[in-house]
RNA sequence: GGUCCUGUGGCCGAGUGGCUAGGCAGAGCUCUGCAAAAGCUCCUACAGCGGUUCGAAUCCGCUCGGGACCUCCA
């Protein structure tokens, strides 16, 4: 099997995965800036990265996940009115910074966990790490790499770049940047217009504040990812990850900034998602095209013609590679909803199937059948390890679901495979549908509930169609598909149901 | 203006120079008391113009269109 290639952003190019410990992997992801609500567009990364690390998990690794919140307030626009998102939105709310932090951070928590997304190992706060960013400030003070003024604290792009390569992640080129960066008012401050905030001396009025060997003030943006990933990866780690927004200017001040503190490159394997699109925009609040995840589970948004179901939005993701744009539209995404609940549904009939007693020979009478089911098994991992084509992955599985369909009802044998590769193919399924990419059935929790009210109800329907009494079975169907219940006869005289 | 990405069938989206991606929608058939589901079959595209090649959606050039970043941003 071929090993795992990752495409990184620091080279361009696809490269083997070779952890810096072997089976050990460091992994950190930028969180959410817990000043409002997330949307849809947040839900991109964390989809993506949970897959990632669960699938580095499945090959073996012990990894480390580090996901920061971002709940110290960064600038608005920096170096215009200085600004603190979180205090300013805090003063809108009459609520305290930490309640209002507090309040996003569990909205936030609640829709990781709609999307079935595992907590990473670690999830460190920005404001529980002031002490670490100070430090890391002073150390590039003392390396000569910074300098105070008025109480804040500037990195010197151009002394950097006089000795690294500033711009290598993001393709910039200094003296481009240099003239090219948008007149800001209060850029005085700074030596140079490229240099950014290690350190901001608050104003009066601004709430959130910490003592710092400058003056009170608070952090600048991109200190606390170097710090809290320093502290919990060490000076040099695996993968870094994140959205393509965040290339520049945020992970090229990263690793200027770690890399005068750690005198190393911090990260090995540079990851970054594409944007999720809207009409071909990126949905972002300077558009004014935001659908916020809460919106779009209850369908409350104009844009929306109904409410989606977080693992419908999953799939939708996961339907494309991460590296690519991906293009938000009510059709796209009830195209998804069917193409999961189809898939589920095969799934799940297939799951039920039983070898043993259901005459499956231990050769498989269908030789052509049997190699083109183990084919498609081992093309799974195949497409995962090239930079995690979970695209890929889902169509293979997808090619599969006409067998499954009619295993189930018992159009193709289950002679036709042998028992050990349906056991096989069941429990493949369930690898990398349910543990790898973490789908799972729309209707699974609430099916449970309901299951013992619908056996009943399936067992009045069969008599009374037994008795050819057509009205009461269509009246059971009929009532029960205008509760949004779906009656379903099967081949062999069954039935089933499924939830719309 | 600079840097980079991108343009695939009605829609969404994979595609490593040669072989059917897949999903959704649509059409036909089978199964069926009816319906739904399911199975089978069909719909075979690669922005345009050149070039390289035995052969290009895939490589190169140009043109046109779309987008991201350069400012907070997933």
Known sequence: ?????????????????????????????????????????????????????????????????????????????????????????????????????????????????????LPPSIEPTATGHI?????????IIKAGYAYEVNGSVYFDVKK?????????????????????????????????RADFALWKAAAPEHIM???????????????????????YLGAQFDIHGGGMDLLFPHHESEIAQSTICNHQAPVRYWVHNNMITINGRKMGKSYNNVIKLTELFSGQHPILAKAFHPMTIRFFILQTH?????????????????????????????YKVNPDTAGASAAGSNAELEAKVKGLIDELPVFMNDDFSTARVLATIFELVPLLNSIKDGITTTGALSASTITNLQSTLRLWLETILGLKSVQAADQEKLQGVMELLIDIRKEAKGKRDFMTSDKIRDRLATLGIQLKDEKGGGMSWTLD
């Open 1 to 117: 099997m071929q090993s795992l290639q990752i495409y990184n952003s620091l080279t361009r190019q696809k490269e083997a995965f070779v952890p810096l410990v072997p089976g050990h992997v460091g992994m950190y992801v930028c969180g959410p800036t817990v000043s409002g609500e997330s949307h849809l567009g947040h839900a991109r990364p964390y989809v993506t990265f949970d897959v990632i690390y669960r699938y580095l998990q499945h090959l073996g690794f012990k990894v480390r996940y580090v996901r920061n919140i971002t709940d110290a307030g960064h600038f608005e626009e920096e170096g215009r009115a200085a600004t603190d998102k979180i205090a300013e939105k805090a003063q809108l709310e009459k609520l305290e910074p930490m309640e209002l932090v507090q309040k996003y951070t569990n909205l936030f928590h609640w829709a990781m966990e709609q999307f079935n997304t």
């Open 131 to 139: 002490v670490e960013q100070i430090g890391m400030i002073e150390e």
């Open 209 to 231: 504040r910490w003592k710092s060997p400058w003056g009170v003030g608070y952090p600048g943006w991109h200190i606390e990812c170097s710090a809290m990933a320093t502290k």
């Open 160 to 192: 950097y770049a006089s000795t690294h390569e500033y711009g290598k992640l993001s393709g910039r080129v200094i003296d481009e940047l240099l003239t090219t960066t948008r007149e800001l008012e209060g850029q005085e401050e700074k030596r140079d």
């Open 322 to 350: 991460y590296s690519s744009t991906l293009d938000f539209s009510n059709e796209a995404l009830l195209a998804a909803e069917k193409g999961l609940k189809r898939l589920m549904d095969a799934v799940e009939g297939f």
